[in-house]
Nanobody, 117 residues
Framework: QYQLVESGGGLVQPGGSLRLSCAAS????????IGWFRQAPGKEREGVSC????????KYADSVKGRFTISRDNAKNTVYLQMNSLKPEDTAVYYC??????????WGQGTQVTVSS
């Protein structure tokens, strides 16, 4: 069964850090670009960051630049999102997406991140 599984979410105080993981099973992430998205209550899903299959191209939403870092470890078949200096507005369900031209996209089930004092 092909699936992506996110983990690492939780409750953190403003200014704190979390590291999200996106692990693939049933297929290899080597040839997939990976994106992290988030959706807050009552809002549309938005892109947070993405990384190319080689890791050579990385992009961030303006709202997270300088605070979030995306990385991938193909040997572990996992992509990470290190989130520092978290703000209450970062509260959302975070999803990862695997995309490869000519192949079906995969989405994880999401992991909740709550930033609150």
């Amino acid at each position: 069964q092909y699936q992506l599984v996110e983990s690492g979410g939780g409750l953190v105080q403003p200014g704190g850090s979390l590291r999200l993981s996106c692990a693939a099973s049933g297929f290899t992430l080597d040839y997939y670009a990976i994106g992290w998205f988030r959706q807050a209550p009552g809002k549309e899903r938005e892109g947070v960051s993405c990384i190319s299959s080689s890791g050579g191209s990385i992009k961030y939403a303006d709202s997270v630049k300088g605070r979030f870092t995306i990385s991938r470890d193909n040997a572990k078949n996992t992509v990470y999102l290190q989130m520092n200096s978290l703000k209450p507005e970062d509260t959302a369900v975070y999803y990862c997406n695997a995309k490869r031209r000519g192949f079906v996209d995969y989405w994880g089930q999401g992991t909740q991140v709550t930033v609150s004092s």
